[in-house]
């Protein structure tokens, strides 16, 4: 019988190097909505200027992790788990911040 031509590589691949940056900006985002959100309600919803800084720099920082996972995808045989914790974390975060700008106009 001959051999199907299944082969196992247990040769492990590396992370893309544009993954690491994602996560960890993802990561900062998440830091700096939680130090909003505290902030928040620590002086019950009549925030200061600071307590906005720190969401709009959340917001940043989510969409640069979104970029930074993008363009871990354009790099070739790498593994891209690290890009994607950090796109989803990212993608949650913005949608979060919409939804509370939108509930705040209304």
């Known amino acids: 019988m001959k051999d199907k031509g299944f082969k196992i590589s247990y040769v492990k691949k590396p992370f893309a190097d544009k993954s690491r940056y994602s996560l960890g900006t993802s990561l900062l985002a998440l830091i700096f909505a939680g130090v909003s959100l505290g902030l928040s309600v620590a002086h019950e919803g009549q925030g200061e200027l600071n307590i ?3 969401g ?3 917001m940043i ?3 640069a992790a ?3 996972g993008a363009l871990s995808f354009v790099e070739q045989e790498k593994n891209y788990l690290l ?3 950090g796109m989803g974390i990212s993608g949650c975060l913005l949608i979060f911040w919409a939804s509370m700008l939108i509930a705040g106009v209304r």
């Open 56 to 58: 709009v720099s959340s």
């Open 61 to 63: 920082f989510a969409v």
């Open 66 to 68: 979104l970029g930074y």
């Open 83 to 85: 890009s994607k914790i």
């Open 52 to 54: 906005a800084a720190w």
